[in-house]
């Protein structure tokens, strides 16, 4: 039960707020649910999953609880077939595929084009399905390497006074694409793939002059790229290469009056061929059901921003 409620009984705390109706109460290793029948069958669901997950000797944490509570919630609410089945990735007895519809289509649109733009909200999966894909692809051997890059655009904090060398200072930056290989990767592999070249994790200012061949690369936080560091990164395009850029059009951390990379990009290759767009919306977080919420309320608060035309060729939902 220990491993099973995770660290804090954090299982405990996620289930009560996603479900804020059920009653729970754990006595003797016994676990005693009370509220509405379908709450109880999800929550049991959820439980059974996840005992399987620590069974098999994983750790259950934030990322495997809110995947698990996501997965039981959609296929519950569509009891269909619709739910996509495609298994991306198995690691640490955790199976990572797409949740929504919408996930769905960004998982196609990357296994059937050079370019991918995945623009959404926090929480949507953007950048954590790439990743998947990413190490999909280096271990089907399709591709030599995977580059994970992001702009290291200050978001209220001062680049400068922080304490370190410069790769200190930028490390900050660069940790979340780091956590996210470390629930897919075993953690003690990542530091020799990375010191092989296998895994590459820089900012967006290291790829200038360069040649991306047989990589998969994956810019993340888009959102901060000027027009020229995005036609820079899309330029470095190589031969057997893919490329996914993920994005938040909300949440632009660029000085008042630059205009984003990812919003003129979009715009601007709209209609391409071997390029899809991908919209992903607050329906298709997966983490905690406030997420979705908190998405739609500042969302009704704030200018719906700029979308380019909708064009045959792209995928938008």
């Known amino acids: 039960m220990v491993q099973t409620f995770g660290p804090s009984d954090m299982l405990l705390r996620v289930v009560e707020g996603v479900y804020p109706s059920l009653k729970l109460l754990v006595r003797d290793q ?22 399987s997950v620590a069974r098999a000797g994983t750790t259950v944490g934030p990322e495997i609880i809110e995947a698990t509570i996501a997965g039981v919630r959609s296929f519950e609410e569509n009891n269909t077939a619709a739910i996509p089945a495609e298994l991306i990735v198995s690691s640490h007895g955790k199976k990572i595929r797409p949740k929504t519809e919408n996930q ?24 954590y399905l790439a990743m998947a894909k990413a190490i999909q692809a280096l271990q089907a051997r399709e591709v030599n390497r995977i580059i994970l890059t992001r702009p290291a655009v200050e978001a209220g904090e001062s680049l400068g006074y922080l304490p370190g060398t410069l790769s200190e200072k930028i490390d900050p930056y660069l940790r979340p694409l780091y956590d996210a290989l470390h629930e897919m990767i075993e953690p003690e592999t990542i530091p020799h793939l990375i010191e092989v070249g296998t895994i590459e994790v820089a900012p967006l200012a290291y790829m200038r002059g360069r040649t991306l061949n047989d990589a998969f690369i994956i810019l993340d936080e888009a959102q901060n790229t000027s027009a020229e560091q995005m036609k820079m990164f899309l330029t470095r395009l190589g ?36 390029i899809a767009i991908v919209n992903l919306r607050s329906s298709d977080v997966v983490r905690h059901n406030l997420v979705s919420k908190i998405v739609d309320a500042y969302d009704r608060h704030q200018p719906e921003p700029t979308r380019p035309k909708r064009s045959g060729r792209n995928q938008q939902r």
């Open 104 to 127: 769905k289509v960004y998982v196609n649109a990357i296994n059937n084009n050079t370019i991918v733009f995945g623009v959404g909200p926090a929480g949507t999966g953007k950048t």
């Open 30 to 51: 016994q676990l005693e649910l009370e509220g509405h029948v379908d709450d109880v069958a999800e929550t049991v669901k959820i439980v059974n999953d996840l005992q």
């Open 239 to 274: 031969f057997n290469s893919h490329m996914v850029v993920t994005g938040d059009a909300s949440q632009v951390d660029l000085p008042r009056g630059t205009d984003s990379g990812l919003a003129q990009a979009v715009e601007y290759l709209a209609g391409l061929d071997d």
